[in-house]
Each structure stands twice: as C-alpha cells, then as structure tokens.
C-alpha cells in the first residue's frame, strides 16, 4: 500500500507557508507529516495529511498549485541503526532514494519514515519482500 503526499509549489516570501497551513486549518485537514525545499526563488512543500482530496481542494480554490505524489511510509524501530538498515537494503537492490523524510506518528518506539523512491515499484517490492511494515494512513 502507498500513501498520497501533496507537494505544494510556494514563491519564496514572508507568510506563504503560514497561507498554507491557514488553508488547510479551515478545511479540518490533519497534518501528519510535513517537509520543505526551498531555493532561493521557490519551495517545495511535501505534506501527509488525514485526507488528501479535501486537501488538493481547498489548496487549489485558495490559488495554489499542488501536486500528488505516491511514496512508501515505513514504520521502523526508533532505535539507532534501523533507518541504515533499510537504506543498505535498497542500496542492494539498486532502488535510488530521491528523497526521504519522516513522522513521529508512529506506535510506541516507532518511527515512520516516507520514502519518495525512483522506482516506486521496485522499492515496494523491496519492501515487502523484507517484511517491513508499511504504513497505510496515520
């Protein structure tokens, strides 16, 4: 299973993620995870939320472009060395990361770690094949 993650276009001045965040506050929408790039023109806002379709919506009437994206949300121990652990597995697989971030949504001693992967395919093959446990919704 995958997750929906909303990658929000931003021009890089004062207040724009705080818009952002207004937006989505009025619609009742849940951040649960959230993430930003920024250069020095623009930024990219990647965000998991409690529901992605009134989300995108109450984004796009408030003028801002968004886009989804599948990634793989993988709980994982919160203990030293098991995020290494993953990463050797796609390492040996040839599975390219393009970029990773993560929650501390999940269950006690937990971590849940989303993974935006080249092959998305693959990787959840990887994945699965590993007996990891993917996150579905948080």
Do not use: C, W
Not at 35 to 62: H, K, Q, W
Not at 70 to 91: C, Q, Y
């Amino acid at each position: 299973m995958e997750i929906k993650q909303i990658s929000v276009f931003l021009e890089n001045n004062a207040g724009r993620l705080g818009e952002v965040t207004k937006v989505l506050a009025d619609a009742g929408i849940n951040l649960r995870a959230i993430s930003i790039a920024d250069t020095a023109d623009f930024g990219i806002l990647r965000l998991i939320v409690n529901n992605y379709e009134n989300a995108v919506m109450a984004l796009s009437e408030a003028g801002f472009t968004t886009r989804i994206t599948n990634v793989a949300a993988v709980e994982i121990e919160d203990t030293p060395g098991s995020l290494a652990a993953v990463m050797d597995l796609f390492r040996r697989s040839n599975v390219n990361i393009e970029y990773l971030y993560a929650s501390l949504e999940g269950n006690a001693g937990k971590a849940v770690v989303i993974f935006k992967l080249e092959n998305h395919s693959q990787g959840l093959k990887i994945i699965q094949e590993n007996g990891l446990s993917m996150v579905e919704a948080f």
